[in-house]
Protein backbone atom coordinates (compact mmCIF):
# COMPACT_ATOMS: atom_id res chain seq x y z
CA UNK A 1 0.00 0.00 0.00
CA UNK A 2 0.95 3.51 -0.62
CA UNK A 3 2.01 5.74 2.80
CA UNK A 4 3.19 9.10 3.32
CA UNK A 5 3.94 10.07 6.28
CA UNK A 6 4.92 13.25 7.38
CA UNK A 7 6.98 14.45 9.77
CA UNK A 8 9.28 17.92 11.78
CA UNK A 9 6.31 20.30 12.03
CA UNK A 10 5.90 22.46 15.14
CA UNK A 11 5.51 25.41 17.09
CA UNK A 12 8.28 28.35 16.04
CA UNK A 13 8.30 31.74 16.24
CA UNK A 14 8.18 34.34 13.22
CA UNK A 15 11.69 34.08 11.64
CA UNK A 16 12.27 30.62 12.48
CA UNK A 17 13.10 27.53 10.86
CA UNK A 18 11.84 23.97 10.06
CA UNK A 19 12.61 21.22 7.91
CA UNK A 20 9.42 19.16 7.07
CA UNK A 21 9.65 15.28 6.06
CA UNK A 22 7.71 13.26 4.34
CA UNK A 23 8.74 9.03 4.33
CA UNK A 24 7.15 6.94 1.34
CA UNK A 25 6.71 3.85 0.70
CA UNK A 26 4.60 1.36 -0.93
CA UNK A 27 5.27 2.88 -4.64
CA UNK A 28 8.61 3.74 -6.18
CA UNK A 29 9.18 6.91 -5.07
CA UNK A 30 11.86 7.94 -7.96
CA UNK A 31 9.51 7.92 -10.96
CA UNK A 32 7.12 10.67 -9.05
CA UNK A 33 6.72 14.51 -9.17
CA UNK A 34 6.30 15.35 -5.62
CA UNK A 35 4.60 17.71 -4.11
CA UNK A 36 4.20 19.85 -0.55
CA UNK A 37 0.09 21.58 0.53
CA UNK A 38 -0.98 22.89 3.33
CA UNK A 39 -4.32 24.28 4.45
CA UNK A 40 -4.97 26.34 7.31
CA UNK A 41 -8.36 26.40 9.31
CA UNK A 42 -11.34 27.67 7.39
CA UNK A 43 -8.96 27.93 4.22
CA UNK A 44 -8.93 25.72 1.10
CA UNK A 45 -6.26 23.77 0.29
CA UNK A 46 -2.76 25.03 -1.12
CA UNK A 47 -0.22 23.74 -3.36
CA UNK A 48 3.03 25.06 -2.09
CA UNK A 49 5.97 23.58 -3.87
CA UNK A 50 6.76 20.54 -6.19
CA UNK A 51 9.96 18.85 -6.92
CA UNK A 52 10.32 16.37 -10.94
CA UNK A 53 10.92 12.98 -10.15
CA UNK A 54 14.94 12.97 -10.31
CA UNK A 55 14.95 16.27 -8.14
CA UNK A 56 16.25 18.18 -10.84
CA UNK A 57 13.02 20.80 -11.40
CA UNK A 58 11.16 22.49 -8.50
CA UNK A 59 8.24 25.30 -8.20
CA UNK A 60 6.98 27.09 -5.77
CA UNK A 61 3.94 29.30 -4.89
CA UNK A 62 4.53 32.99 -5.01
CA UNK A 63 3.63 33.21 -1.03
CA UNK A 64 6.81 30.76 0.07
CA UNK A 65 8.85 31.43 -2.78
CA UNK A 66 12.63 32.59 -1.58
CA UNK A 67 11.59 31.50 1.74
CA UNK A 68 11.27 27.19 1.63
CA UNK A 69 12.66 24.71 -0.47
CA UNK A 70 11.90 21.23 -1.93
CA UNK A 71 14.15 18.49 -2.15
CA UNK A 72 14.53 14.77 -2.19
CA UNK A 73 16.61 12.09 -1.46
CA UNK A 74 15.43 9.19 -3.84
CA UNK A 75 17.58 6.51 -2.25
CA UNK A 76 15.59 7.30 1.38
CA UNK A 77 12.25 7.61 -0.23
CA UNK A 78 12.58 10.62 1.57
CA UNK A 79 10.86 14.29 0.55
CA UNK A 80 12.11 17.48 2.37
CA UNK A 81 10.53 21.10 2.95
CA UNK A 82 13.04 23.40 4.09
CA UNK A 83 11.03 26.19 5.34
CA UNK A 84 12.80 29.47 6.59
CA UNK A 85 11.77 33.12 7.68
CA UNK A 86 8.40 31.65 8.82
CA UNK A 87 5.54 33.98 9.13
CA UNK A 88 2.31 33.43 10.75
CA UNK A 89 0.06 33.13 7.80
CA UNK A 90 2.54 29.42 7.30
CA UNK A 91 0.48 27.94 10.01
CA UNK A 92 -1.05 25.56 8.31
CA UNK A 93 -1.30 21.55 8.27
CA UNK A 94 0.97 20.40 5.67
CA UNK A 95 0.79 17.25 3.52
CA UNK A 96 2.80 15.66 0.70
CA UNK A 97 2.15 13.77 -2.03
CA UNK A 98 2.29 12.54 -5.54
CA UNK A 99 1.98 15.15 -8.16
CA UNK A 100 3.32 18.47 -9.72
CA UNK A 101 0.37 20.17 -9.49
CA UNK A 102 -3.08 19.34 -8.08
CA UNK A 103 -4.73 17.66 -7.43
CA UNK A 104 -2.29 15.05 -6.56
CA UNK A 105 -2.75 11.69 -6.29
CA UNK A 106 -1.76 9.85 -2.60
CA UNK A 107 -1.17 11.98 0.29
CA UNK A 108 -0.07 11.70 3.88
CA UNK A 109 -1.90 12.35 7.29
CA UNK A 110 0.04 15.83 7.14
CA UNK A 111 1.97 17.63 9.69
CA UNK A 112 1.32 20.51 12.46
CA UNK A 113 3.08 23.86 11.23
CA UNK A 114 2.06 26.83 13.73
CA UNK A 115 4.12 29.91 13.94
CA UNK A 116 3.25 32.20 16.46
CA UNK A 117 4.96 34.18 19.42
Known amino acids: EVQLVESGGGLVQPGGSLRLSCAASGFTFSVYSMSWVRQAPGKELEWVSA????????SYADSVKGRFTISRDNAKNTLYLQMNSLKPEDTAMYYCGQGWALPLGYWGQGTQVTVSS
Open 51 to 58: IDSGGGST
